[in-house]
């Protein structure tokens, strides 16, 4: 079993479970963040998304996210398992979707470790992608703007582009070291989980 006592920079443990990750997902590159809404607004973010549709029944916070950003969207009526995309765009809201080789080429991938997710860390998601300099920006842009390819300390770097508090911390990449590590580790199998028809709220 891994401890905080194990790395010498605990950031190295955050870089742990994200190797861990592409090696269990089959996915080139892994960002992960504090939680799959923050991978999705990071993303979205990134890629400049002004319009998209998704199924009317997921949960609050990804219609927060399109109304934090200013993006137009759709809810459609459709069920879903597991993960679904967003119209116009190559992402897929993959939050109850972890599983061994999941990764689909040329996609970006939003994964979720919250509870009762397939690998229920309690908190926590990722990013997963195939894009090398998708992965270098929202490396980036999910701590604080520091580019940790570069500069270490960070007091170093002058200039930073517009980044976020939104990392995963090495907590909680232990925890997910330890269960992706663990030969009885089983997925959770996807549920279409009972979520509201969001076309029924209103937010004001």
Not at 67 to 77: A, E, M, Q, S, T
Not at 174 to 190: A, H, R, V
Request: with cysteine; hydrophobic share 35%.
């Amino acid at each position: 079993m891994k401890s905080l006592n194990d790395f010498k920079d605990p950031f190295d443990a955050i870089t742990q479970f994200e190797s861990d990750v592409c090696a269990y997902t089959g996915a080139p590159f892994c960002i992960t963040t504090d939680c799959c809404t923050h991978a999705i607004e990071m993303v979205f973010r990134a890629l400049e998304v002004k319009e998209t549709a998704f199924p009317c029944r997921t949960y609050l916070s990804v219609l927060m996210t399109m109304h934090k950003l200013g993006i137009h969207y759709n809810l459609k009526d459709e069920p879903w398992t597991g993960q679904y995309q967003f119209d116009q765009t190559n992402v897929w809201d993959s939050a109850r979707a972890f599983s061994k080789d999941m990764y689909m080429t040329g996609t970006i991938q939003c994964v979720s470790f919250g509870m009762t997710k397939p690998l229920a860390i309690g908190l926590g998601g990722c990013i997963l992608t195939d894009d090398r300099n998708l992965y270098v920006e929202l490396s980036k842009m999910r701590y604080d703007g520091r580019d940790i390819f570069t500069y270490k300390p960070w007091a170093s770097q002058q200039k930073f582009k517009v980044g976020y508090h939104y990392y995963m911390r090495p907590e909680e990449c232990i925890l997910g070291i330890n269960m992706l590590s663990n030969e009885e580790f089983t997925e959770q199998l996807p549920e279409y989980y009972n979520y509201p028809d969001c076309r029924n709220i209103q937010i004001i």
